[in-house]
C-alpha cells in the first residue's frame, strides 16, 4: 500500500544530480586498497616459489655421516688426558659420557655419591683414577 503525499510538498529540485555529480567526484585514491592486495598477493607468489628451489631452501635433508655419530678426535684428544670434568649448565651424565668417551657405568663407579638427576654446574667428576 502507497503512502499518498499531499500535492503541497515538494522535492527540492536538483537533489538527485547533486548526488551523481558528488559520485562522479570520487578521490582516486579509492584504487589503492585493491592495487595493494594484488601487489602483496604477486609479491608474495614470488617468495614462496622462490623458496622452492632446490638449493636455495634452508630445510634441506641432512644427511648423516659415521663421524657425525661419534666424537671427533678433537674431543677425544681433548678429554682423553683430563682426570676431572666440570659439568656445566644443561649437562647430562649420557651427554658427559660421549663428550669424554667414558661409559656412563664407569663414571658412576668412579665418582660413587654421584646423582645423575642432580647434577650442579660447576660440579667436578672424574673420569680416570
Not at 570520487?26 to 585493491?34: C, G, I, Q, T, W
Not at 594484488?38 to 617468495?47: E, P
Request: hydrophobic letters at 35%.
Amino acid at each position: 500500500m502507497a503512502i499518498a503525499r499531499p500535492l503541497s510538498v515538494k522535492r527540492p529540485r536538483g537533489t538527485i544530480g547533486k548526488a551523481m555529480k558528488s559520485r562522479a567526484r570520487r578521490s582516486p585514491m579509492r584504487f589503492v586498497a585493491p592495487l595493494a592486495l594484488v601487489a602483496f598477493c604477486v609479491a608474495f607468489a614470488m617468495v614462496w616459489s622462490n623458496s622452492q628451489v632446490e638449493g636455495h631452501h634452508s630445510r634441506a635433508p641432512q644427511t648423516t655421516t659415521p663421524a657425525a655419530t661419534t666424537p671427533t678426535t678433537a674431543t677425544q684428544n681433548k678429554y682423553a688426558t683430563r682426570r676431572r670434568y666440570t659439568v656445566r649448565t644443561g649437562d647430562t651424565l649420557g651427554g658427559i659420557a660421549e663428550k669424554t668417551g667414558v661409559d656412563v657405568t664407569t663414571l658412576q663407579d668412579l665418582n660413587p655419591g654421584l646423582d645423575p638427576q642432580a647434577l650442579v654446574a660447576g660440579q667436578k667428576i672424574k673420569l680416570r683414577e
